[in-house]
């Protein structure tokens, strides 16, 4: 019996997605919810599992082809249970062996080649024919892909097209992934399309890693090892500025401005495939602690590319946090329809002035991009400014311990 390997239903706001890559090849055995394909929209990265146990039979869909909801990808060749009496089984290693050598090869010439193997061939363009297998029959494993791979010149084919100039430099051209595309083209539609301007301040950020000091133990304590950081401080501070300045919490729909009555942040985080922005929903709500267990969470799932796409839709405003990665000043650009975003930035030690007193103080730049159509200069500043005070002064805001 076979069974069709269908496209997941994709939400309105996605028209199609384009496949990304297979994990199995034709005459493979697959099982029952193992992972089969990925499909890369705009947005997310969705995960595609075998229907069955059996063995995928067909590939209908290559990658980088295009499809749309509940298309036929591929076929899987469903185990057909058998009556007859059972036999001594072979060792796990020998019942592997067995199942392995009875994929058929992509070719009638071409070696035995475990999947593994198979799989690392492909992603790097090797030729197999250029490989001695190690395994039983001369079959070629992982491992002997690896060492080749290490070979001081492997006989490698180009995954992808190369121009080779003079003097022996090379150029590799690799196509874009669609949500690296979809990113870049929002970012350069912002960047066109408001009258965005930004502000800077800077924070003082001792209070914070004081307090931070004193309860990490008890609070990881008190909420399951949830880690007190500093993004859960800058959301809380955001919420609360957002409360006194509503044009910084507010969009634009055409030649309308929507006021927002909730707060919906956006925190940026990087993933293998691109910048990504999950948002935190109705974070007026949330205190310290489910904040950061949210935000670690985010961070989790855009690693593993596990993101859906509900969770990246929407937010009235939004954080990124180039400080992670050194950066000690930078303009973050606008997520429209949203009118702002704060940017957060590196901690450093610097000389400040303090009662007239030279002290060495950990200090942070902090950036507000705006789109000054909607938003004032005087404003801006103001909601910076709000932000720096109550960063500067956190007892205003709840530990939850």
Known sequence: MTIEIKAPALPESV???????WHKNVGDPVARDELLVDIETDKVVIEVVSPADGTLQEILKNMGDTIVSNEAIGVVAAAAASAQPKTEEPAASETTEVEQDAAPAESGDSPHISPAAR?????????AGAIAGSGKDGRITKEDVVNFLSS???ATAPTSPTVSGSGGRIEERVPMSRLRAKVAERLLDATQSTAMLTTFNEVNMAPIMEIRNR??????????????????FFVRASIEALKRFPAVNASIDGNDIVYHGYQDIGVAVSSPRGLVVPVLRNADNMGLARIEKEIRGFGEKARDGKLAIEEMTGGTFTISNGGVFGSLLSTPILKPPQTAILGMHKIQDRPMAVEGEV??????????????RMIDGKEAVQFLVTIKELVEDPTRLILEI
């Open 15 to 21: 028209p199609d997605g384009t496949i990304a890559t």
């Open 119 to 127: 799989k690392l061939i492909e992603e790097n363009g090797i030729d």
């Open 152 to 154: 001081p010149t492997p």
């Open 215 to 232: 309860y990490r133990d008890e609070f990881e304590k008190a909420h399951d090892g949830v880690r007190l950081g500093f993004m859960s």
């Open 359 to 372: 002290k060495v103080l950990p200090m942070m730049y902090l950036a507000l991009s705006y789109d000054h």
